[in-house]
């Protein structure tokens, strides 16, 4: 067994409404900053030991699928690294 650590990215997908990235954006164009769009994202780190990367990704997937993400409303990433 290998240690790795999965990195869970989680965001709201497009079209769905998302108002603590909405009051931040009308916070930073108050401050001078020009943007088209802004989305929040939660990331999770996950340490865990798998046989392989592509073992340590499909687990990270189920926790997504199963915990950390609503496939309704959220679209998400994975990134595996070995420690």
């Not at 802004?38 to 926790?63: C, I, K, Q, T």
């Amino acid at each position: 067994m290998t240690a790795y650590t999965a990195t869970v990215t989680v965001r709201l997908k497009r079209g769905v409404l998302d108002p603590e990235a909405e009051t931040t954006k009308q916070a930073l164009e108050r401050l001078g900053f020009e943007l088209e769009e802004l989305r929040s994202a939660d990331r999770f780190e996950v340490d865990l030991e798998a046989d392989s990367a592509d073992g340590a990704r499909e687990r990270a997937d189920e926790m997504a699928e199963r915990l950390l993400a609503n496939p309704t409303i959220h679209d998400y990433d994975v990134e595996v690294a070995e420690r």
